[in-house]
């Protein structure tokens, strides 16, 4: 999977998280009790924890795209991808 691809799924993923995040945020408007601010709490934190991975994956958008293009042309010249990359471990 590449590594855009990755990135992309980062977004999607984060949207869910705060889909998931504004649902709790909604139980617990209707209902303020413990448990649903637990479970606010829980998406909250869920949910700080993929933006900060997502804005780390963001930062690096521009050695991403060169990798991306690395391994296109040594895919294309040499039939395996850049064994070389700027953003090592990018996306862990």
Do not use: C, W
């Not at 945020?25 to 209707?30: F, N, P, V």
């Not at 040499?78 to 090592?88: V, W």
């Amino acid at each position: 999977m590449s590594e855009l691809t990755q990135m992309a799924e980062a977004i999607h993923d984060t949207l869910e998280m705060l889909e998931r995040a504004q649902e709790a945020g909604e139980e617990l408007r209707k209902e303020t009790n413990h448990e649903n601010y637990s479970a606010f709490r829980v998406q909250m934190e869920e949910l700080s924890d993929h933006l900060r991975q997502l804005k780390t994956m963001l930062a690096h958008e521009d050695e991403v795209a060169e990798d991306e293009l690395a391994d296109a042309l040594s895919r294309a010249f040499h039939g395996q991808p850049a064994e070389y990359h700027h953003a090592e471990g990018h996306g862990k």
